[in-house]
């Protein structure tokens, strides 16, 4: 990922032919140099711009609401500062920023026309921006307390209260008034190393920086202040926005999706387990003697089977319980009815029911007289909520 930095000098009117100094960086290297907007825009490489206006045309202050409710920031703003500005607050443009776990707000001010003529070359060169800020709220970041910046016409001065915009001329007067806290020491940068000041020593940076060096070193897109609010939301960061909420669904999709088909197959399983353990527990009342039992359906198919080997009539009993199975087997499978105990015995089967309703008793017993089978219900009972049915079968 590679930011472009773009440095828009104090100039009333910008056109595409101005020159502007700018700084890419493109992982660990850094270019810089200086251009015309025309010429910037040919650079296809980079996937965020970032613009820098000039400290002379930005006003940064630092307020403290006591609001709660959203709506009413931007107006309370506004009321703070009507007195405080020597411009019609119609004529600004007004963007704020709360500090995080503070009820200060960050606020910059700039001329609304000069910012939209700005924003139109920009938008005719088709340089789609990622951010503006400005070189004032850019240096409050820096690591420095106090750092005096010489650039092409003015100085830059950071104070651990705020940033000044110091026209050379008033330098000297200005430092004076700060003398009473500014320190011995003060860190400079700047071209001109023979610069002095009255009881202040300059200590020139170790590295010595470009200004948009010293300003982009600490630039980070989540705290800095961004011109580029309500109607001028930048579409990049729109875009990012949108990417992002439609991850976010996406994501919350897939995980109801997931917890969905996670629910269906414990769902299954605890079905599947409950029908394996209703096996079981009908072969064994059945075939008592079998100690061991792997699957019930193929040791109960092989049961059968010996039966029908040993005993003559077992095949009346294949023929019974099929007659039985195929019309019982819905109500089995649903877990309306369940089979408790069968006995064989002179060509008869005795069958002991358990069903949740008498209604269900009724519909098998005619079901299985459908099946032309002879069908005496011996005796049957309600006992907590379900009823108890005993079917003597025979075949016609």
């Not at 960086?25 to 613009?51: M, P």
């Not at 019309?327 to 009815?337: K, R």
Request: overall charge negative; glycine content about 4%; charged content about 15%.
């Amino acid at each position: 990922m590679s930011s472009l930095f773009i440095q828009i000098p104090v100039a009333e009117i910008l056109e595409p032919e101005t020159e502007c100094c700018w700084l890419k960086h493109n992982d660990t290297i850094i270019t810089e140099g200086c251009d015309s907007l025309i010429t910037l825009s040919t650079d296809n490489q980079v996937s965020e711009i970032v613009v820098v206006l000039s400290g002379f045309k930005v006003a940064v202050h630092e307020i403290t609401l006591a609001v709660k409710k959203r709506k009413q920031i931007a107006p309370a703003i506004a009321y703070e500062l009507e007195e405080q500005l020597a411009a019609d607050l119609e004529t600004c443009y007004i963007v704020y920023q709360n500090l995080v776990g503070k009820n200060q707000y960050q606020v910059a001010i700039v001329d609304k026309t000069w910012f939209e003529s700005l924003l139109a070359v920009f938008t005719n060169l088709k340089l789609s921006l990622s951010a503006v800020t400005s070189e004032n709220i850019l240096l409050q970041i820096h690591a420095l307390e106090w750092l005096l910046i010489q650039t092409e016409g003015y100085f830059l001065l950071k104070t651990p209260a705020t940033i000044y915009n110091i026209d050379p001329q008033n330098l000297d007067y200005f430092m004076q008034q700060l003398a009473a806290t500014c320190p011995a020491e003060l860190a400079y940068a700047g071209t001109n190393p023979q610069l002095k000041l009255a009881n202040i020593k300059l200590v020139e940076l170790e590295q010595q920086a470009s200004l948009l060096q010293l300003l982009s070193i600490n630039y980070n897109s989540k705290q800095s202040l961004n011109f580029l609010q309500g109607a001028y939301t930048s579409k990049t960061h729109s875009k990012r926005k949108i990417m992002l909420i439609l991850a976010s669904l996406s994501f919350v999709g897939l995980f109801a999706y997931t917890g969905f088909a996670w629910w269906q197959q414990h769902t299954l399983q605890q079905q599947n387990t409950a029908l394996i353990a209703t096996r079981v527990q009908i072969f064994s009342q059945n075939f008592p003697k079998t100690k061991r039992i792997i699957d019930p359906l193929v040791q109960m198919r092989n049961q059968v089977q010996k039966l029908q080997q040993t005993q003559p009539q077992a095949g009346q009993v294949i023929s019974l319980l099929a007659k039985v199975a195929r019309v019982a087997g819905d109500a089995l499978q649903a877990q309306t009815l369940s089979l408790e105990k069968l006995d064989f015995s002179l060509a008869k089967l005795s069958l002991h029911f358990t069903a949740q309703s008498l209604d269900i008793i009724g519909d098998l017993e005619n079901s299985l007289m459908q099946q032309g089978l002879i069908v005496n219900v011996t005796s049957s009972k309600a006992e907590n909520n379900q009823v108890q049915a005993v079917f003597i079968l025979q075949g016609q």
